[in-house]
């Protein structure tokens, strides 16, 4: 069949029955987009959709050049033109899901999740792409939505099913069931990417990093603009204590994926657990977390960075106005937390316990808010007190650049 011949790499015959199938059945939008996945010329695929249609089908021209625009990377294009479909059509749940992974596929994360649970609710026991959605529920640390979602999925579509199943397994760090179920889900579809995304992930987290590092390589062979596997590949090498080439392979991934600030992330992430700690790496590093911010001044990971820098630094008031400036459109404990450390350090005690207490009530078991009114509780001594953080606590941390 189609599958089996595309699985197998001979994409001329997959081209030449995929066409075959249009010519009969002009509507097989999956059709439609493998053709485009597989670099076929738009215009063509136009008019095979077309030739054979009676009436106005304003509609699939525009769905077949969004698609198009996904498969060049083009994904805000992908996007506008999605839009305009729901704008011009209606509210379509098909429509809403390929806008959320156009924005999971620009690191867009929130604007996915929002826009996949828009999807979701428009359509009953419709849930496309589970999997992925499922993926960014574990990025942004929402277990309990993850759960109450994979509750939800009915055994209609097994592979999304075992993909969310398995991030709800890593969540809860019971890595052997998470092995399990991804192993399922490569299974029944062996070149699936959010499969194989799912068992990277599962086969870092239970410390089989060579096993992942030949899994996000798989990945990375078949699509090479896939963040999630130049991400696994930097945190397998930094595993290893290959410091040098995981840089290498971040600075990949802003090659493949161009334009987006989670890229430079990853390379500030790389060259910053270089063992030894120098003025010139923490330079470089924060270099790359201002280049993220330009491109997206809502980055959480890259203003709470800068911060810890600027703090090392000495310059901490030049870090408090990049986490002033996040607060003022956002609200999360880490960046209270930030905002609090910076106000230590300049002494601004008051102010420090505020915001402390303020990441508190975000989060009552944050750890590095905790450590900051710790310090604080020293009274007459804290103005002398260098505060110290530990490092990250949480195994799944590599999955939240």
């Avoid at 596929?105 to 428009?122: M, R």
């Avoid at 999304?160 to 192993?183: G, N």
């Avoid at 509780?377 to 490092?391: D, S, V």
Wanted: charged share 25%; with cysteine.
């Amino acid at each position: 069949g189609i599958n089996a011949e595309y699985g197998q790499g001979i994409e001329r015959s997959a081209v030449s029955c995929y066409k075959e199938v249009l010519k009969t059945h002009p509507l097989a939008l999956e059709a439609i987009e493998s053709l485009m996945e597989l670099g076929q010329i738009t215009k063509e695929i136009i008019s095979i959709t077309t030739e054979t249609m009676v009436g106005r089908y304003d509609w699939l021209v525009d769905w077949i050049e969004a698609c198009a625009y996904s498969a060049r990377n083009e994904h805000n294009r992908a996007i506008a033109r999605y839009q305009r479909l729901l704008n011009v059509n209606g509210s379509s749940a098909h429509v809403l899901v390929k806008i959320a992974l156009s924005y999971n596929s620009i690191g867009a994360y929130k604007k996915a999740c929002i826009t996949f649970e828009e999807a979701y609710s428009v359509q009953r026991n419709f849930f496309a792409y589970a999997g992925t959605y499922a993926s960014l529920l574990a990025q942004l640390d929402n277990d309990a939505a993850l759960e109450k979602f994979c509750v939800q999925l009915t055994d209609d579509d097994k592979v999304e099913s075992y993909i969310a199943h398995c991030y709800l397994a890593l969540m809860k760090e019971d890595f052997p069931r998470a092995m399990i179920l991804a192993e399922h889900a490569c299974q029944i579809s062996p070149r699936y990417i959010p499969a194989l995304i799912a068992r990277g992930c599962a086969e870092m987290l239970s410390g089989k990093t060579t096993a992942s590092m030949i899994t996000f390589r798989n990945i990375l062979s078949m699509r090479s603009s896939c963040f999630e596997a130049h991400k696994g590949m930097v945190m397998a090498l930094l595993k290893f204590e290959r410091h040098k080439e995981a840089v290498i392979a971040a600075k990949e991934s802003v090659k493949q994926c161009p334009g987006q600030a989670r890229t430079f992330l990853l390379i500030a992430h790389a060259t910053s657990r270089y063992p030894e700690e120098s003025s010139k790496l923490r330079e470089r590093a924060k270099d790359f977390y201002l280049k993220a911010l330009s491109l997206d001044p809502s980055s959480e990971e890259a203003v709470c960075n800068l911060a810890s820098i600027y703090i090392r630094e000495g310059k901490a008031k030049e870090g408090l106005e990049h986490v002033k400036t996040y607060l003022q459109t956002n609200a999360s404990a880490r960046a209270h937390t930030s905002a609090g450390e910076c106000y230590l350090s300049i002494r601004q005690l008051d102010k420090a316990h505020q915001h402390f207490n303020i990441a508190l009530e975000l989060n009552r078991n944050y750890l590095r808010a905790l450590n900051g009114l710790q310090v604080l509780e020293h009274g007459e001594h804290a103005e002398e007190a260098e505060i110290e953080f530990p490092p990250p606590n949480s195994q799944n941390q590599w999955i939240n650049i």
